[in-house]
């Protein structure tokens, strides 16, 4: 039963598979005098988990922000679901966000809102929804697949990181965004719940079909999420391939960093 499930899902992935969701190329960025990014060009496939590595400062963040609009880049194309970001009005903007799940570096909730009022405010919010038990349903639904629903009426501050972590990740998910961009989904939590986390990132993509890019210094995380790593150096992409492939790179520098970090 369970094996047909799985056939199923891969069908229907596999129909639009080939579709470019964000396309990014010869992506420039500066601040002042300071160059960030300089060539990045990247391709995410409907479906497909991207994982960026790169050290600190090096530009993951920024691109990252210009996917969602939040920055302007300078110079280069930057597409999603083929539509120009830089040519969206606010509105437009609005509902590109929509479609797009954050999971930010703090993964912030509110700390005064019980789990389950942390779920509702994109519901109501957002997408505006008033039927409470299409709300009911959704909160629950999304916090059982972060292996939460025993938490509903906590706090945030009566949660451990790792749970938090889930919580905010729930939250993100519970709009069912096409696309999720994960920044250091892992960074300051122990190995066993960076785990736990990139076991879920993993989950989510297959039960939602999401479309992900992946910032992390873990390297486990990519070993376990990734379909495709690149490694990112001074503002470019500077190698491209499948996480076995590039721990055995020829590229003296993408091998460092790989060693390095494992
Ligand atoms: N809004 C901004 N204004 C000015 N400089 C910025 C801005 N955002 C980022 N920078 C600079 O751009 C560079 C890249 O920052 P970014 O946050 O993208 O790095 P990162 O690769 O995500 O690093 P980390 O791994 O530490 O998160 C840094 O030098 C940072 O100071
Ligand atoms: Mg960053």
């Known amino acids: 039963m369970e094996q047909q499930q799985d056939k199923t899902i891969d069908q229907a992935t596999d129909t639009n598979k080939d579709e470019v969701v964000v396309y990014i190329k010869g ?26 590595l790169g050290k600190s400062g090096q ?19 930057l597409t999603v679901f083929g539509e120009s970001v830089a040519d969206m009005d606010d509105k437009e903007l609005k509902q590109l966000r929509i479609r797009i799940g954050f999971l930010f570096q703090s993964g912030a909730l509110y700390d005064s809102m019980t789990v389950r009022e942390n779920l509702e405010f994109p519901l109501t919010r957002v997408l505006k929804i008033k039927d409470q038990q299409e709300i009911n349903q959704r909160v629950e639904e999304v916090l059982d ?14 949660l451990s990181g790792g749970m938090r972590k889930r919580v905010g990740l729930a939250r993100t998910l519970i709009v069912k965004p096409e696309i999720m961009l994960y920044d250091e989904p892992t960074t300051g ?13 993993l989950n989510m993509q297959k039960k939602y079909k999401t ?12 070993k376990i999420t990734a ?3 690149v490694v990112m150096n001074e503002g470019e992409y500077v190698a491209e391939g499948s996480f076995d ?15 390095e970090k494992s």
């Open 59 to 77: 530009g993951k963040s920024v691109t990252i922000q210009c996917i969602v609009g939040l920055l302007k880049p300078d110079e280069g194309e």
């Open 27 to 52: 992506l420039k960025k500066s601040f002042g005098d300071k160059d960030v990014l300089n060539n990045i060009n990247l391709d995410l496939k409907r479906g497909e988990n991207v994982v960026v």
């Open 189 to 201: 939590l122990d190995p066993i719940t960076s785990r736990e986390i990139s076991e879920l990132i």
């Open 145 to 158: 697949g972060v292996g939460l629903l025993d938490a509903i009426d906590k706090l945030p501050s009566d």
């Open 227 to 229: 379909d495709r790593v």
């Open 245 to 259: 492939e590039l721990v055995k790179s020829d590229n003296e520098f993408v091998r460092s960093f790989f060693n």
């Open 211 to 222: 479309s992900s890019i992946i910032i992390t210094h873990d390297m486990e995380c990519a």
